[in-house]
T-cell receptor
C-alpha cells in the first residue's frame, strides 16, 4: 500500500512554461485535494474533488486547473507558470463519506520553483 | 467556515507535557476538530480527531470544552522527535467545508 504518491518530487520552471503535477492514491478514497504551502506558512487549498469526474475550487484556485479522470488520480496543471507559484504542493485524499468523520492522508509533496 | 487561531510557536523540554490550544469561536454544530503533525519536507499526518469532551489515542489527547470554541492538543512526555508544526483543522464530516489553522511550531529542547 503506497498511500498517496506525487510526481515529480522537484521541478524548476521558467516563467510562462506549463506543467502538470500528478497525484495518485491506492486507498480507494473518494475525495482528493491539492494544497500549496509557501515557506514558513500554512496550507492553502487550491482545488479539490469529491469523486471521479468532479472538481471544485478551493481558497486559491487562480492560475491552476485540475482534472480527475480516474478515481485514483488527481492532476494539477499550471498553464503559464509565474514566480508567485513557487511553492511546495501537497496532494491529499480522504475516506469515503458516511463515516461521520474525515481524515486526510497526504503525499510527500512536490517542490516547484518558477524562475 | 470556522476560522482558527493558534500560537505561532512553543518551546518545551524533553519529558514535559505540551498543550497546544486552538481557538475556533465560530465552530458549527456539525464541525469536527482534527489535529495534524508536519515534519520538515513531509506532508502533514493525522494525529487525533474529536467532536466533544475528551479523546485519547496512543500518541495524544484532545480536550474539547462544552462550548467547543476551543480545543487543546496534549502531547505527554515529548521527545526531540516531536519537534514539528501542529495544525488544527475544523470542518464538517462532508470533507468540503474545512479550514486549516496557521500551525504551531513546537520545538522540543534537550
Amino acid at each position: 500500500n503506497a498511500g498517496v504518491t506525487q510526481t515529480p518530487k522537484f521541478r524548476v520552471l521558467k516563467t510562462g512554461q506549463s506543467m502538470t503535477l500528478l497525484c495518485a492514491q491506492d486507498m480507494n478514497h473518494e475525495y482528493m485535494y491539492w494544497y500549496r504551502q509557501d515557506p514558513g506558512m500554512g496550507l492553502r487549498l487550491i482545488h479539490y474533488s469529491v469523486g471521479e469526474g468532479t472538481t471544485a475550487k478551493g481558497e486559491v484556485p487562480d492560475g491552476y486547473n485540475v482534472s480527475r479522470l480516474k478515481k485514483q488520480n488527481f492532476l494539477l496543471g499550471l498553464e503559464s507558470a509565474a514566480p508567485s507559484q513557487t511553492s511546495v504542493y501537497f496532494c491529499a485524499s480522504s475516506k469515503p463519506r458516511g463515516g461521520g468523520t474525515d481524515t486526510q492522508y497526504f503525499g510527500p509533496g512536490t517542490r516547484l520553483t518558477v524562475l | 467556515l470556522a476560522k482558527t487561531t493558534q500560537p505561532i510557536s512553543m518551546d518545551s523540554y524533553e519529558g514535559q507535557e505540551v498543550n497546544i490550544t486552538c481557538s475556533h469561536n465560530n465552530i458549527a454544530t456539525n464541525d469536527y476538530i482534527t489535529w495534524y503533525q508536519q515534519f520538515p519536507s513531509q506532508g502533514p499526518r493525522f494525529i487525533i480527531q474529536g467532536y466533544k469532551t475528551k479523546v485519547t489515542n496512543e500518541v495524544a489527547s484532545l480536550f474539547i470544552p462544552a462550548d467547543r470554541k476551543s480545543s487543546t492538543l496534549s502531547l505527554p512526555r515529548v521527545s526531540l522527535s516531536d519537534t514539528a508544526v501542529y495544525y488544527c483543522l475544523v470542518g464538517d464530516a462532508d470533507g468540503q467545508n474545512f479550514v486549516f489553522g496557521p500551525g504551531t511550531r513546537l520545538s522540543v529542547l534537550p
